[in-house]
């Protein structure tokens, strides 16, 4: 079992920055792709970004050039940098990880833009 704990969450105006970070624990072997989703209120969840574990990236187009994700594999840690943040990046924003073809959640962090 992995546990993925999330952070970073928090009120911010449009034009700000925030910086998630999402930490594993639990049985870790070999984590693969880690990544990160939001679900705004009243939708469906939706890919922000993911990355590999040898540092292959993908973004939504909704937030390139504006979000950055990356990780620390020795603290299997994934980070989300998010700028100029607008307010439809309003969601709760989810990390994942996959090991060994399973697929781990975190609980979320609420991201709130306001304009």
């Known amino acids: 079992q992995v546990q993925l704990v999330e952070s970073g969450g928090g009120l911010v105006q449009a034009g700000g920055s925030l910086r998630l970070s999402c930490a594993a624990s639990g049985i870790i072997f070999s984590i693969n792709a880690m990544g990160w989703y939001r679900q705004a209120p009243g939708k469906q969840r939706d890919l922000v970004a993911t990355i590999t574990s040898g540092g292959s990236t993908n973004y939504a187009d909704s937030v390139l050039g504006r979000f950055t994700i990356s990780r620390d594999n020795a603290k299997n840690t994934v980070y989300l940098q998010m700028n100029s943040l607008k307010p439809e990046d309003t969601a709760v924003y989810s990390c994942?990880?996959?090991?060994?073809?399973?697929?781990?959640w975190g609980r979320g962090t609420l991201v709130t833009v306001s304009s």
């Open positions: 994942s990880a996959s090991q060994w073809g399973d697929d781990y």
